[in-house]
């Protein structure tokens, strides 16, 4: 499991379910040890100093239930060190930023889900973190509380050089996010770099409209699949040795072409491909 995270950066974490990615995230904070190699922060290895100016978010809420939020927040923050006062106003902040401010004398097992995990974001930021690690962090939240949550996270990149890793399932929301993206399977980051990085090495696609043609045009086009058609237009998958001109003129000779376009894969397809050519490769 080799991947760098960079000054400033969003950094989006995704596999399937048992990847690696919870056990990394507890390798970063010491939680569990690794069989071998080491975390590195500015290029030295991690010690408790440096993890007390790690955010962490784990993806199981950390957060004691019959504890009032705001008491909670306070605690949290002296644990890492902040003295009281400014704990105090720490977490005053971060709930009136996360929107939780009214609920700050409940105990936490009163809120809902979504605001439990708002208090978790606010754990993580209370004591002014150097690194963000967040495992899940927009489980369960609505899509205000997305919004919120994502406004925040992206501040903090943009505000000073603090790195964000966080995992999710949400690949649409990762791909909008995060500045690169790292993919993992087994245990490995099997493809990393930004979403367009990825985006090369799926396979080429196009769109193309043609109301007038016959049912078999494309498939009598050589290295052309059918991906997907909706009554005229069509979306094709292309081999490295097919020019997407000739297609073009192919569909000319047959009809007129409303439309013809590039296709840019999501992350969620990338996602697939990526896994499946590593699957072909071990196989």
């Given amino acids: 499991m080799t991947f760098d995270v960079r000054a400033g950066e969003m950094f989006g974490f995704v596999g399937a379910n048992g990847a690696g990615k919870t056990t990394t995230m507890r390798i970063?904070?010491?939680?569990?040890?690794a069989d071998g190699g080491e975390v590195r922060w500015a290029g030295r290895p991690i010690d408790l100093a440096?993890?007390?100016?790690?955010?962490?978010?784990?993806?199981?809420?950390?957060?004691y239930p019959r504890m009032p939020v705001g008491a909670q927040l306070r605690y949290f923050a002296r644990l890492h060190g902040v003295p009281a006062w400014e704990a105090d106003a720490a977490a005053r902040l971060w709930?009136?930023?996360?929107g939780i401010d009214g609920r700050a004398d409940d105990d936490v097992l009163k809120l809902s889900l979504g605001n439990q995990q708002r208090v978790q974001l606010a754990t993580a930021l209370v004591h002014d973190p150097?690194?963000?690690v967040l495992d899940e962090p927009f489980s369960g939240l609505d899509p205000v509380a997305v919004e919120v949550m994502s406004s925040v996270l992206r501040e903090r990149c943009e505000a000073g050089n603090s790195p964000v890793v966080f995992s999710s399932h949400q690949l649409d929301?990762?791909?909008?996010?995060?500045?690169?993206?790292?993919?993992?399977?087994?245990?490995?980051?099997?493809?990393?770099?930004t979403v367009d990085e990825l985006r090369s090495r799926g396979p080429a696609r196009l769109a193309i409209d043609v109301p007038d043609a016959p049912d078999d045009w494309a498939a009598r086009l050589?290295?052309?699949?059918?991906?997907?058609?909706?009554?005229?237009?069509?979306t094709l998958r292309l081999t490295e040795e097919v020019d997407d001109q000739r297609v073009l003129a192919a569909a000319l000779a047959v009809s007129p072409v409303r439309e013809f376009a590039r296709v840019q894969p999501s992350l969620?397809?990338?996602?697939q491909h990526v896994v499946a050519d590593t699957d072909q490769e071990a196989a």
């Fill in 28 to 33: 970063v904070m010491g939680v569990v040890g």
């Fill in 222 to 234: 050589p290295g052309v699949e059918v991906d997907h058609r909706d009554g005229s237009r069509w």
């Fill in 95 to 98: 709930m009136l930023r996360l």
């Fill in 268 to 271: 969620s397809e990338l996602f």
């Fill in 173 to 193: 929301l990762v791909e909008r996010l995060c500045d690169r993206v790292g993919i993992v399977r087994n245990g490995t980051v099997i493809a990393c770099g």
């Fill in 130 to 132: 150097d690194i963000l």
């Fill in 50 to 63: 440096v993890r007390r100016r790690i955010g962490y978010m784990p993806e199981e809420r950390g957060l």
